[in-house]
C-alpha cells in the first residue's frame, strides 16, 4: 500500500458528526473529510470539476511544501491543473529571499484579480515565506482585498482547517504564526517526479547570515528524527524512487539539536543502505559546518552523487566576517581542496553574492580570485538585496547599483567562461544519466542528469523516464550536452 493509501483510510475514518480532534494530524484529515463534502456540493452545482493550481515560488524546500499544498488539494477533491487562468482556487507559495521575489507575488495578484471577475467562485491563496513580514500581510489586507487566504511557513500542515475555514468566510482568512516547535509528519503529498523526490531533513535556520530573511521567516533550525526520515526514503523506494534529494538550510549541522544527537553524515550512512535508492544528493552544505566525518562518507559512498553545492557568498574574508558566515577565504579554499582530494572528480558548485553593504573593488577581486582558484562546475549569481529586519539592511555604506552591475557582470562573464571549459573537458566520456523527462523542445529526445548534476538531452522516449542509463556524452553544447544511450558492454567511468 503507498503511503497516500494509508492516509486514505484514516481520512475515511474520520467522523464529521464529531467535533474535530485536538491531536496533529488527525485533526487535519477530519477537515479534509470536511473540504470533500464542501468541493463535491459545489461540483455538483457547478455540473463540473472543481480545478486548483499550485504555484512554487521558492527554493526546494518550497517546492517540497507546494507537493504538500498539491496532495492536499487533490485530497480534498480538486482536479489538478497548470492553468491559473481556469483555476477555481490558486494558492501560490512565495518567496522573499530577494525583493524581486515579492514584486513578482504583487505583479501576479494583479493579473489573478482579472480572472476572479470572471470566475467569481475563484479563491486566492497565499502562503509561504513572504507572508512571515508582518508588511507584506498588511499591504495585502489594504490593497489586495480580494485575497482569500493567507498563511505562513510555520502551519503548513493547517492547510485543510484553513480552506476549509476560507470555504465559509466573506472575508479574507489570516493564519501566520510567529514560530513553531512543531514538526507534523504524515500529510498526503502529490509528487512532481515518480522516481526521484526532496525528503526534508530540517527546517529553519540559526545561522543568521546579515543579509539572509530566511531565520526570520522560517523560524529556528528543527531536525527531524532520523527514523522518521528514513521511514520515508524506503517508502519512497518501495513507490519506484531511485534518487532522493536532502533538503535544508544547512544539512551541515542537522541532528545537533535531536534529543539523541545524530550527525548529517551517519544519516547519509543510513540512508546508503536502503535498497532501491541509486543516487543521493543534498542541499544546502555551509561550509563552516563541513565535517571530516561527511567528507570520508562522500568519499566511500557509492550513492551520493559527485556534486557539492557549497555556497561562497564572497571571496573577501573581510566582507565574510560582516556577512557572519564564520569562515575566510583561506578556510574555504581549503576546504575545497580537502574535498577535492577526497573525490576528485566531483562537481563544486556554488552561490555568490555582489554588492554586500562596504563591498570595496578590493573586496570584488578577492571574489573573483576564488572563482579562479576554485574553477566552480556552475554558480548562481546574485545582486545583493537589502531585507527589512536583517542587519545588513540598517548598514550604512549600501554600494551604489551602477557598481553593483558593473562588478555583476564582469563576475557572471568569468564563471560562465570557466562552467563551459569544465563542461567541456567531459566530452567523450561515458557516464550513468537518470533520465528526468522528454525533451520539451523535441519530443524525439529526453533529458536526463549526470551524477555531477550537468543536463543531457538524448535520443528516446517517455519510457526511458526514471531509468539510469550508460550514456556517451557527443557534445557540449556549453551548460549541457548531447549524449547517446550505450550498449551494455561499453565501459563505465562511475
Ligand atoms: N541556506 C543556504 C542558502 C539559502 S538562500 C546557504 O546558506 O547556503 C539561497 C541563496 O540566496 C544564498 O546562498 C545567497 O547567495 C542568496 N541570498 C540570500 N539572501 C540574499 C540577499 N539578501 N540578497 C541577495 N542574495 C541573497
Ligand atoms: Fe540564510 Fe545563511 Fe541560513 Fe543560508 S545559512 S539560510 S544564507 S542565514
Ligand atoms: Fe525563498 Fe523561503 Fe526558500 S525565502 S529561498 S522559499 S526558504
Redo the contacts with the bound molecule.
Keep these: 500500500m503507498s503511503y497516500n493509501d494509508d492516509i486514505e483510510m484514516l481520512i475515511e475514518a474520520q467522523d464529521l458528526t464529531l467535533p474535530p480532534p485536538e491531536r496533529e494530524p488527525q485533526r487535519q484529515y477530519y477537515f479534509i473529510k470536511k473540504c470533500r463534502e464542501i468541493i463535491k456540493k459545489k461540483s455538483e452545482e457547478l455540473g463540473r470539476p472543481l480545478y486548483a493550481c499550485s504555484v512554487c515560488m521558492g527554493?526546494q524546500m518550497n517546492a517540497k511544501d507546494s507537493e504538500k499544498l498539491t496532495g492536499i488539494l487533490e485530497t480534498a477533491g480538486y482536479e489538478i491543473t497548470d492553468s491559473q487562468e481556469e483555476a477555481d482556487f490558486v494558492i501560490y507559495n512565495t518567496c522573499t529571499?530577494?525583493e524581486n521575489a515579492n514584486n513578482k507575488v504583487y505583479g501576479r495578484l494583479g493579473y489573478l484579480n482579472g480572472f476572479k471577475k470572471k470566475n467569481p467562485n475563484m479563491i486566492i491563496g497565499l502562503c509561504g515565506c513572504m507572508m512571515q513580514e508582518k508588511k507584506v500581510v498588511e499591504k495585502l489586507k489594504k490593497s489586495y482585498p480580494f485575497v482569500n487566504l493567507v498563511f505562513g511557513t510555520h502551519n503548513i500542515y493547517k492547510f485543510p482547517e484553513l480552506l476549509a475555514e476560507t470555504f465559509q468566510a466573506d472575508t479574507m482568512v489570516v493564519d501566520v504564526w510567529d514560530e513553531t516547535d512543531k514538526i507534523v509528519e504524515d500529510l498526503p503529498a502529490k509528487r512532481k517526479y515518480s522516481f526521484k523526490s526532496g525528503v526534508n531533513i530540517m527546517f529553519g535556520?540559526n545561522?543568521f547570515?546579515s543579509?539572509?530573511?530566511?531565520p526570520y521567516v522560517r523560524g529556528r533550525e528543527r531536525s527531524r528524527k532520523p527514523e522518521d526520515i528514513l521511514e520515508e526514503i524506503k517508502k519512497l523506494s518501495s513507490e519506484g524512487v531511485v534518487e532522493i534529494m536532502l533538503l535544508g538550510?544547512?544539512v551541515n549541522s542537522y541532528g545537533k539539536n535531536l534529543d539523541t544527537p545524530v550527525t548529517f553524515a551517519h544519516l547519509l550512512r543510513e540512508a546508503e543502505k536502503i535498497e532501491g535508492i541509486e543516487r543521493i544528493r543534498f542541499m544546502?552544505s555551509?561550509p563552516k559546518d563541513l565535517s571530516d566525518e561527511l567528507i570520508d562518507v562522500m568519499k566511500h559512498s557509492k550513492k551520493i552523487c559527485k556534486h557539492l553545492h557549497l555556497?561562497l557568498?564572497s571571496g573577501s574574508s573581510r566582507i565574510l566576517k560582516e556577512m557572519n558566515r564564520r569562515y575566510t577565504k583561506e578556510q574555504y579554499l581549503q576546504l575545497v581542496d580537502k574535498v577535492r582530494q577526497a573525490v576528485p572528480d566531483i562537481a563544486i558548485t556554488t552561490?555568490?553574492?555582489v554588492g554586500f553593504p562596504g563591498e570595496r573593488e578590493e573586496d570584488f577581486l578577492e571574489t573573483m580570485d576564488v572563482v579562479k582558484k576554485v574553477r566552480f562546475d556552475s554558480a548562481?549569481t546574485?545582486?545583493?538585496?537589502?531585507?527589512t529586519g536583517?542587519p545588513?539592511a540598517a548598514m550604512e555604506n549600501q554600494v551604489a547599483e551602477d557598481v553593483v552591475k558593473d562588478r555583476f557582470d564582469r563576475l557572471l562573464k568569468e564563471v560562465q567562461t570557466i562552467a563551459q571549459e569544465k563542461a567541456m573537458e567531459h566530452t567523450g566520456k561515458i557516464f550513468p544519466v537518470l533520465v528526468e523527462e522528454v525533451n520539451r523542445q523535441d519530443d524525439s529526445f529526453v533529458t536526463g542528469r549526470l551524477s555531477n548534476n550537468s543536463v543531457v538531452h538524448l535520443k528516446g522516449d517517455a519510457g526511458l523516464i526514471g531509468t539510469i542509463q550508460q550514456v556517451k556524452l557527443k557534445e557540449c553544447r556549453g551548460f549541457y550536452y548531447i549524449g547517446e544511450v550505450i550498449s551494455q558492454d561499453e565501459k563505465k567511468v562511475w
Design positions: 527554493c529571499v530577494r535556520c545561522n547570515c543579509y539572509c530573511i530566511v538550510q544547512n544546502t555551509h555556497p557568498q552561490d555568490i553574492i548562481f546574485f545582486i545583493y538585496s537589502r531585507r536583517t545588513a
